[in-house]
């Protein structure tokens, strides 16, 4: 069955500071690979997404996220936080006529 | 222009009420999805509608009734609510048959019910 890991309940950073969020998955194909981000009392808006090609996928707001097959592995990273980073962050998996699966969720937190 | 629209976006009623949410999206996709998410923040779809009709249904209680009545609107009625319903329900959609999966996300409705 599909499952979604996000091993970091809770992560507070320093704005400025670089960020890299785990997420592993187990899926029985090739998968299609989601980031969300939910700001406080807000929907999910897609940072990025990977399905095929270049590993590293570019996303927006100057996060990226590497996909690795051999670590099955979806890494979200931003070189220098924002405070208006500060949320709960999706990683999900999914394919071609399959339901979405997603993680338990990270929640981001900035000092500043 | 909102592409994936929730109404109410706050419901707040008593238990045993019925009551329905509201879900438009303007991005011509053909399947759209209902998803609960929980106190600690978890999310699970409820349903999904392809062109009309039902193709998922996650286990949830009949008390929960999907409504399409074209393939822009997906609406969620919610019979005799109990308090372990409250929580916040999002709306999606996506396009079917192509190599984009991507689903766009309401702005949820958090229901409260007490």
């Known amino acids: 069955a599909q499952s979604v890991t996000q091993p970091d309940i809770h992560i507070t950073v320093s704005e400025g500071a670089s960020l890299e969020l785990r997420c592993n998955y187990s899926y029985g194909a090739t998968p299609y690979l989601f980031w969300y981000v939910q700001s406080p009392g807000q929907g999910l808006q897609l940072l990025l997404k990977y399905f095929s090609g270049d590993t590293l996928v570019q996303g927006i707001k100057g996060f990226e996220a590497e996909f690795k097959r051999s670590q099955s592995s979806f890494n979200l990273r931003k070189p220098s936080v924002h405070w208006s980073d500060a949320a709960e962050y999706f990683c999900?998996?999914?394919?071609?006529?399959?339901?979405?699966?997603f993680g338990p969720g990270t929640r981001l937190s900035v000092l500043p | 222009d909102t592409a994936v629209s929730q109404t109410p976006k706050y419901l707040v009623t008593q238990m045993g009420n019925d009551k329905s949410i509201k879900c438009e999206q303007n991005?011509?996709?053909?399947?759209m999805y209902w998803y609960k998410q929980d106190s600690k923040k978890f999310l699970k779809i409820m349903f999904s509608?392809?062109?009309?009709?039902?193709?998922i249904n996650e286990t949830v209680p009949n008390r929960f009734s999907p409504k399409s009545p074209d393939k822009a609107h997906l609406n969620l009625h919610i019979n005799s609510l109990e308090l372990g319903d409250s929580a916040v329900y999002f709306c999606a959609s996506s396009q079917a048959g192509t190599s984009d999966q991507t689903q766009y996300f309401g702005p949820g409705t958090r229901l409260t019910v007490l």
């Open positions: 991005l011509g996709h053909d399947t």
């Open positions: 509608y392809n062109n009309k009709e039902l193709i």
């Open positions: 999900a998996v999914g394919n071609y006529g399959q339901n979405f699966v």
